[in-house]
């Protein structure tokens, strides 16, 4: 959620900057366009920083699957240690 919210606020402060940055000459020309362009780089943005937190925590739990694998295989179940063989050992 923090990152949702940052995200966010990133949009915002990027949308906002993409739109006031004209000359007088071309005021009221391509604002729809601009908005546009500005919510479409500030939704990639987004993408981009929601993907790494995902990846970060699918590593975070790939760490902490083999952990519960190797506590199940130590207590003596033995399907928890061929998997942990297979997917947890480099």
Not at 9 to 34: D, I, Q, V, Y
């Amino acid at each position: 959620m923090k990152m949702f919210s940052i995200a966010t606020m990133a949009l915002f402060a990027f949308a906002m900057a993409m739109t006031s940055f004209h000359s007088e000459a071309l005021a009221g020309k391509h604002t729809g366009r601009n908005v546009a362009i500005g919510v479409a780089a500030g939704l990639a943005t987004m993408a981009i920083i929601s993907g790494a937190a995902r990846a970060n925590d699918r590593a975070r739990q790939g760490r902490n699957y083999c952990a519960r694998l190797m506590d199940k295989c130590d207590d003596g179940q033995e399907w928890a240690c061929d998997k942990y063989e297979d997917r947890c050992e480099d």
